[in-house]
Each structure stands twice: as C-alpha cells, then as structure tokens.
C-alpha cells in the first residue's frame, strides 16, 4: 500500500470518501482468468482482504471485482477474481487500478501515514520556508520521494534524515532542506 511517512510500507489512501489506490493490475495469469497484481499493500498479499477491488476498466466503465483466492507470485500477488474466467477476460484488466473506498482502510498507525493523507499538505522547512505543496509520491527502489511544487518543483527524499514532522491537524510536513537546493 505505499510507503508512510516514515518510509515504512503502508497503504496510500485519501480522506473521506475518497478512493484509495491499492494496486494495479499488471495482465493475466495463466490460461484460466487469473490476473497479476502490482499490489502497494504491506504485506503485499493484504490487498486480498480486500472484497471489493473498484477498476476502470477501458471501454467498458466501471466495475467492481471480487477475489475469490490468490497467494504471493514472486513480486506480484496472482488472484482469481470472480466473474473472470479466462485470459481474454483477465486481459481485458490490464494496468487497471485496483481502488477500494479510504472508509474500508484501517487507521494507519502510531507515526504513519496514508500517502494520499499527505498530499495536498504545506511543506515547509525547519527554518519556516514555505517549500510548496505535496503533489504526489514517487515510489524508488531506495526510498519515496515527495515530489513538492511551489515556486519550482522539487523532489525530497521521504527518509527521518529529512522528514522532521507531520501535522496533520495544521495540513503541513516540516522538513530539513536547504530551500536553495
């Protein structure tokens, strides 16, 4: 499901009603209508708790699909969804995003935070700069990045090194950067 604010995994989500992208389906499975999942939970194989996967699927609109059964496959999760019986129709469901409304999300814990939570936030430094707005997240193999836009864009590494506080309640993140930089 992402990564927190502490560079931790965890699910990305968004407040409210809004919905909360778990993962994305990367193409079929086998002959019998498995798919493959990129899944951004922690543990990967936690977006089978979920019942209720919301797709887009093109040309055809909305769907919402149930996983009947799944397990880890390497890096991706495979699942058979019901209604999906065979590779024509898990193809018909690649790189669709799997969404499920933030209300289903437990609370993120101690410390952590939804990525979707944090977006739209002030970024300020720890000397009071206003830096920009959190725009969206950048998953690299080292660590998130924040990608923040003011008056440039800029992209901070989501590490403790850097990332002094969250508050919530303030809608602001305070970070360690040199604004220059």
């Known amino acids: 499901m992402g990564r927190s604010a502490t560079g931790e995994p965890s699910a990305p989500a968004g407040s409210g009603g809004r919905a909360v992208t778990l993962g994305r389906i990367a193409g079929p499975f086998g002959v019998r209508g498995w798919v493959k999942v990129k899944s951004y939970t922690d543990p990967r194989e936690g977006i089978l708790r979920y019942r209720a996967w919301h797709v887009d699927v093109p040309r055809a609109g909305s769907r919402i699909l149930e996983p009947l059964e799944g397990r880890l496959h390497g890096e991706f999760v495979v699942a058979r969804l019901a209604g999906v019986e065979d590779r024509d129709a898990a193809s018909s469901l690649a790189h669709c995003e799997i969404t499920v409304p933030r209300a289903d999300l437990p609370p993120p814990g101690e410390g952590r935070y939804y990525w979707t939570d944090l977006e739209g936030l002030e970024v300020v430094t720890t000397d009071g700069h206003l830096l920009g707005r959190l725009d969206h997240f950048v998953d690299t193999p080292a660590n ?29 993140i305070v970070v360690d950067w040199d604004p220059e930089f």
Do not use: A, I, K, N
């Not at 990608?147 to 309640?169: A, F, K, T």
């Open 144 to 172: 998130p990045v924040m990608v923040v836009v003011g008056e440039r864009e800029r992209w901070l590494p989501m590490v403790p090194r850097h990332l002094r506080q969250v508050d919530l309640e303030r809608g602001r």
